[in-house]
């Protein structure tokens, strides 16, 4: 099952929910990140990351 959570600000939250083998589950999701993040890439999308400004002030 997969869906669309929320949007937010700087990115869109989903969730995937497969069945997996016990003690997979980590391998599973490291897996999945990587091949998210290789169409990503092929797709040209990049991943927004908040950026902050410090102002230091003497």
């Not at 990115?11 to 980590?26: A, D, Q, S």
Request: cysteine-free.
């Amino acid at each position: 099952m997969q869906r669309i959570v929320r949007f937010e600000t700087s990115g869109v939250i989903l969730r995937v929910m497969i069945e997996v083998p016990p003690k997979h589950h980590w391998d599973v999701e490291q897996d999945l990140l990587y091949e998210i993040k290789k169409a990503f890439d092929a797709a040209h999308i990049g991943v927004p990351y908040p950026k902050y400004v410090i102002t230091l002030k003497n």
